[in-house]
C-alpha cells in the first residue's frame, strides 16, 4: 500500500508582524492568502489539515478539517500546531507542513522533499527530515518527515523549546536545494502584500 502524505497549514499564529492580523485571511489579487496555499498544497497530499485557533467559521468555510492548538499548548507557535496533528495521523503516514503566508509554494515541493531526503536516507539513516532551500535562505516551516519521527515535537514543547529549528535538529533535518527563491515569498507585513500587489498590477 503506498505511503499516504497528511499536509498540515499552519494558520495557527498571532501574526504580530502583521499587527495581529489573520494573515491566511488576508486578501492577495482578490483572494485570500490560504486560498492560494490551498490551491498549490491540496493536489500534492492525500489529506490536508488547517491548523487555527481564531476566526474558525471563516477557515471552516474552506471545506478543510481545523485542527485548533491542544490548550495545553495554546500560543506556543509553530510546534504546538505540528504537536496538535499527531493524534490525527495514521501510522506511517508522512506529513509536509506549510504556512499559510507562502501563496507560491512549488507544485511540487512534496515529491521533490520526498525524492531528496529518500536519497540522502540511502547514505544516513539519522536524517529523519527535509526542508526546502534556496542560495538565498533556508524555510524551515516547509519541513517533511514521518508523523512518528515528529513525536518528538511534545518533548519539545515540555522543555519550553519552542524553536522550529530545535525540532529540525532533533530531526537531524537537512536541506532540499530549489532554484526559485520567489517560490518561497511569504507575506509576515503589509508592506509584503501591498510589494506583491504592486508586481501583479505591473505584470498585467
Known amino acids: 500500500m503506498a505511503q499516504k502524505i497528511v499536509g498540515l497549514i499552519l494558520a495557527g499564529g498571532e501574526g504580530r508582524r502583521m499587527g495581529y492580523q489573520n494573515k491566511g485571511l488576508l486578501s492577495l489579487q482578490g483572494r485570500r492568502l490560504v486560498e492560494h496555499v490551498i490551491d498549490r498544497i491540496a493536489p500534492q497530499v492525500d489529506q490536508l489539515y488547517l491548523s487555527a485557533n481564531r476566526d474558525l467559521d471563516?477557515?471552516?468555510?474552506?471545506?478543510l478539517p481545523i485542527i485548533s492548538d491542544d490548550p495545553k499548548w495554546r500560543g506556543l507557535g509553530p510546534l504546538a500546531g505540528i504537536a496538535s496533528l499527531l493524534p490525527?495521523?495514521?501510522?506511517?503516514?508522512?506529513?509536509?507542513i506549510v504556512s499559510c503566508d507562502g501563496p507560491f509554494i512549488p507544485i511540487d515541493l512534496v515529491c521533490r522533499l520526498r525524492g531528496g531526503l529518500s536519497k540522502l536516507q540511502e547514505d544516513n539513516l539519522e536524517i529523519k527530515a527535509a526542508y526546502p532551500a534556496t542560495r538565498e535562505r533556508e524555510h524551515?516551516?516547509?519541513?517533511?518527515?514521518?508523523?512518528?519521527?515528529?513525536?518528538?515535537?511534545?518533548?519539545?514543547?515540555?522543555?519550553?523549546?519552542?524553536?522550529?529549528?530545535?525540532?529540525?535538529?532533533?530531526?537531524?533535518?537537512?536541506p532540499i536545494y530549489f532554484d526559485d527563491e520567489s517560490a518561497f515569498v511569504n507575506c509576515n507585513q503589509p508592506q509584503d502584500l501591498e510589494a506583491l500587489?504592486?508586481?501583479?498590477?505591473?505584470?498585467?
Open 88 to 96: 490525527y495521523l495514521e501510522e506511517n503516514q508522512r506529513v509536509q
Open 197 to 204: 500587489e504592486r508586481k501583479n498590477h505591473e505584470e498585467l
Open 140 to 174: 524551515y516551516l516547509y519541513l517533511q518527515a514521518l508523523g512518528e519521527d515528529l513525536q518528538v515535537v511534545e518533548s519539545l514543547l515540555e522543555a519550553g523549546d519552542l524553536r522550529i529549528r530545535a525540532l529540525l535538529k532533533q530531526l537531524s533535518a537537512a
Open 58 to 63: 471563516h477557515y471552516r468555510a474552506l471545506g
